[in-house]
Structures are given as structure tokens and as C-alpha cells.
């Protein structure tokens, strides 16, 4: 059975022009020893050859067919799984907060199982676990920063009054949250307890704001140039950067060179 036989004895059977087709290509027969030794390697390398295998005439090989779907396709899930993951924590975090977070890391725990079937090349490893290195950084920092984001984006300046603070009790610790009345008349926490707004004594006091219109975020307590979000902005944008570089320089990597010349080669 084709499966019980090795890679030399499949590619040994090829004809010559097949075989330099597939060296050409970057498929020599080192290169699918490599892949054959891989989890369900030995399948994909039987594809390969058995395109090659039914002719005489090497076909054009530019990425097309088994080849390229086996490669491309954990990579594609990875992505898909990551933007997925990402989108979802970021639409729960008007509802959830900050626990939006532990959705992002399920989703997290997909990205990693969507590179189960990557080759195990010390390259492919790499970029693989880049990419859910880069996934993870943009969820905590996304999840964290998504709030000053919004109020930086369509947030307004308006006049607040510090009312009574919020306390809630956590495993045993009191914790206090700063309120202000906004201009409606409704009561939100803030954004971070800035200038000891919880504070008593600051009851009644009146204070600039950036308020989200909507009501899907607490206001900030401030103006809108206080709200500095260079350094999460900056860490955000580059893991996502690389969130989509690794899985494309992995792809194009692995993609065959087009054969230019071969549609009517005998070899």
C-alpha cells in the first residue's frame, strides 16, 4: 500500500521529468523527507507525489491543489480564530469590563489548537508560536485600553459633579469606586480613580469629564488631553501586525515557485 512505502521509494518511481520538476520547485526529495516527518506529514507528501505520479508531463506547480490548502489551511484558521477572538472580547467589553478578557483567552486556547497541524519545521514552530504570543498581547492590552480608546474617540468635554462613591467588598477587601452626575442626571463610575475623587470631602465638587455619549463606557475624569494611550496604542498596532505577518511570511515561505515553461515539458 502507498502509505507502508517510503518518500524515496515514492519519489524514486516518479519519472525524471516529474522529479526535476519537484526539485525545481523546491520539493526535492530532502525537502520531503522534512515534511514527511512532520504529524500526518507522510500523507501530505503522498499527495504531492501522486500529482506528479499519473504523468509523464510535470504540471505547472505554483500553489495550486493539495499542496497548497495543506499548507495554507492551519494558517488560515490560526487568523481566522485570533480575529474572531479579538472582535468577540471587544464587543463584551462595554458589558463585561476588564473579564472580557478570560473570553479573549478561550478563544486563545483555539489559536493554539489551529496550529496543531503546522508543519514541524524550526521556522514554521517559530512563527506559529509568535503568532499566539502576538494574539495574547493584543487581548490584554486590548482589553485593558479599549475603554480610554472609545472616550478618545467619541468622548466628550462636559462640567460633572463628584457624588457618592461606590464600595463593594472583594475576598475580604473594601474597595471604593469615584461616582460623578453627568449633565443627564445619571451616575457613573469613572474611569480610574483620579485626584482621590472617592474621597468625602470631594462630594459635590465640580470637574471636567470626558463623557461617552452612548453610555457604554464611565466617564473620565479629566480632559481629553490627559487620556495618553501612546505606549498600549503602539504595543497593540505591532502585535497585530505580527498577529497577520507571521501566518503570511509562513505561507509565502512554504508556496512553490511557478515553473515557468513547464505546460509542455516531456522532462
Known sequence: MTHERSVD???????????????EAGLGLPELRRRAAGEGGMRRVAGIL?????????????????LRWLDVRPWLWMLLVAVAGFAVCELLNPLMGDLALFVGLVFGVGVRMAGFGIDASRRDTALRRLTVLA???????????????????????????????DHTVSRGFRQTYCRV????????RVLGNRE???????????????????????????RRTDMDSTLPTAVSLT?????????ATAVVRSRPRRLPGTDGATG
Open 181 to 188: 452626575r453627568t449633565a443627564d442626571g445619571s451616575a457613573h
Open 50 to 66: 501522486s500529482e506528479f505520479s499519473v504523468s509523464s508531463r510535470p504540471r505547472r506547480f505554483d500553489g495550486e491543489g493539495p
Open 9 to 23: 521509494e515514492l519519489f524514486a518511481e516518479l519519472p525524471e521529468g516529474s522529479r526535476r520538476a519537484l526539485e
Open 135 to 165: 494574539y495574547h498581547v493584543l487581548i490584554v492590552v486590548a482589553t485593558f485600553t479599549t475603554h480610554q480608546w472609545y472616550l478618545q474617540l467619541r468622548g466628550v468635554e462636559q462640567t460633572v459633579t463628584i457624588t457618592t462613591p
Open 196 to 222: 482621590n475623587c472617592a474621597a468625602p470631602s470631594r462630594i459635590g465638587d465640580r470637574a471636567t469629564a470626558v463623557v461617552d455619549p452612548s453610555g457604554l463606557y464611565g466617564p473620565f475624569l479629566g
Open 239 to 247: 502585535s497585530a501586525a505580527v498577529l497577520l505577518l507571521a501566518p
